[in-house]
């Protein structure tokens, strides 16, 4: 097992890669101990959670909601959880983000914990201390920064995932390498065909390397004032596919990663030959290069991205495989590009 630290303004958070749902009982500490998951990792994993009192919300992100959170301290209460109680997650970016709100709020704030067990939120949700909900129809509109003191990813949980879920992890990992590792973009490139196995040692190493990638990250700028906006890279159109094609979210990512590339190839500054590097990777990894959307929805959701201000966008390009920049682009100058470009 090896041990990746965050350090937050709200404390450290230690990630545990390799660590085991099933020694999740080592790392907690004498307290009460209230575990909230969903009805899948239930079925799949309910025989492996330690002692305490459970918690099961229903799965998919129309549950990511307030109402879900208002359940939860209703069920908190119910169960007499004070200010002592630890509170661990187990499962996936969802119930991770919704566990750290709710245990962020719940009392002014109690301590808590995850164990990942998706690829998706080993390699990225359960990273970095952002815990919230949607609302109103906008992605993660509400909640708090706050580090979990733990989080276990342990490897084995992902043999049960779908591969679609698995996809998702793998669009995460591809970012991470094009922003800031090309030896870990080759080491990828090398691997494709072991992690389609899911070969337990690759998949470790993704995971490390990845969770050590969003830490850095991180460590420099937990707030998303700057630095950390090169984790969205693909995700600006991204976002705005998922919201208005058919698309899966790692579908999506692997899109925007695409169109991402493309148009910094247009700039002038990542070669052609990277851009095909990049593109035959994901499609390697089963994830989508290409797709029919129609142009002016998608612009009008992009227009809408959290990360607008007033007449530009934060986008995110590449100047070479392993190096991100933050550019701000003009609405007009993407409008161009998606309405009338070869975006
Ligand atoms: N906080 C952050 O920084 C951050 C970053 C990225 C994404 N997110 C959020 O994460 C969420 C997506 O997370 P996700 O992709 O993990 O989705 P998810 O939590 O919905 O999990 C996907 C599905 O897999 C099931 N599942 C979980 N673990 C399993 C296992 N081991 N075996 C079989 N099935 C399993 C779940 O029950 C669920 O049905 C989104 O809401 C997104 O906004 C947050």
Not at 97 to 104: E, N, Q, R, W
Not at 236 to 247: D, R
Request: net charge neutral; aromatic share 6%.
């Amino acid at each position: 097992m090896q041990t990746i630290t965050v350090k937050g303004s709200t404390g450290r958070s230690q990630i545990l890669v390799g660590g085991r749902l099933a020694d999740l009982s080592n790392y907690l500490p004498d307290a009460r101990v209230v575990i909230i998951t969903d009805e899948v990792v239930a079925g799949l994993y309910r025989d492996q959670f330690p002692e305490g009192d459970v918690i099961t919300i229903g799965c998919g992100e129309r549950n990511k909601t307030l109402e879900t959170i208002a359940a939860i301290f209703e069920k908190l209460i119910e169960l007499e959880a004070d200010r002592s109680t630890f509170i661990v997650g187990i499962g996936g970016g969802i119930v991770g983000d919704i566990t750290g709100f709710a245990a962020s709020t719940y009392m002014r704030g109690l301590r808590f914990g995850f164990v990942a067990t998706t690829l998706l939120a080993q390699v990225d949700a359960s990273v970095g201390g952002k815990n919230g909900v949607n609302f109103k129809g906008y992605k993660n509109m509400v909640g708090v920064f706050n580090q979990p003191e733990f989080v276990i990813a342990d490897i084995d949980l992902l043999k049960t995932l779908p591969p679609s879920e698995i996809a998702c992890g793998l669009a995460e990992i591809v970012k991470h390498a094009c922003i800031s590792d090309k030896n870990y973009f080759d080491f990828i490139e090398n691997q494709c065909r072991a992690i389609e196995r899911l070969d337990h040692e690759v998949m470790l190493r993704l995971v490390y390397e990845s969770v050590k990638i969003k830490a850095g990250v991180v460590n420099q700028d937990e707030k998303e004032a700057g630095r950390r906006r090169i984790l969205n890279f693909g995700h600006t159109i991204g976002h705005a596919l998922e919201k208005t094609t058919q698309v899966s979210h790692g579908q999506a990512i692997s899109l925007g990663m695409v169109m991402a590339a493309n148009l910094s190839n247009r700039k002038g500054l990542l070669h052609q030959s990277e851009v095909q590097r990049i593109n035959s990777l994901l499609d390697r990894l089963n994830l989508p290069v290409e797709t029919e959307f129609d142009r002016k929805t998608v612009f009008e959701a992009l227009k809408k991205d959290k990360k607008r201000q007033r007449s530009h966008i934060h986008f995110i390009l590449l100047n070479h495989l392993g190096s991100a920049i933050i550019e701000d682009i003009r609405i007009k100058e993407l409008e161009d590009w998606i309405l009338y470009g070869d975006a």
